[in-house]
Nanobody, 123 residues
Framework: QVQLVESGGGLVQAGGSLRLSCVAS????????MGWFRQAPGKEREFVGT?????????YADTAAKGRFTISRDNAKSVVYLQMNSLKPEDTGVYSC???????????????WGQGTQVTVSS
């Protein structure tokens, strides 16, 4: 059983930064590719980015978040991070981390999910 818990969300003004963390427990964290997703109020969940199990590769959605967000991980601590810079109001939403044995951007391929952390960006 794999459990994921996000933290680091909060309220920030446009142009500010936040770093989200996702701590994993259970089976070996280093076996999984990790992804970040977000869901704005009234909208569908969307892929943000992913990082390979050994940190050898990263991938990001072709959205406005690309170039402003960076994903990283520390397998020794079983933690994955999402650094968010130059935040905009449209970045507001619930951010969730997820684990997958497969490489990709589809939410359906991720087997384990955290509960999410709220990010609110004000103008």
């Amino acid at each position: 059983q794999v459990q994921l818990v996000e933290s680091g969300g909060g309220l920030v003004q446009a142009g500010g930064s936040l770093r989200l963390s996702c701590v994993a427990s259970g089976r070996s964290f280093s076996r999984y590719h990790m992804g970040w997703f977000r869901q704005a109020p009234g909208k569908e969940r969307e892929f943000v980015g992913t990082i390979s199990s050994n940190s050898g590769a990263t991938g990001y959605a072709d959205t406005a978040a690309k170039g402003r967000f960076t994903i990283s991980r520390d397998n020794a601590k079983s933690v994955v991070y999402l650094q968010m810079n130059s935040l905009k109001p449209e970045d507001t939403g619930v951010y969730s981390c997820a684990a997958s044995a497969q490489w990709g951007s589809r939410g359906s391929q991720y087997e384990y999910w955290g509960q999410g952390t709220q990010v609110t960006v004000s103008s």
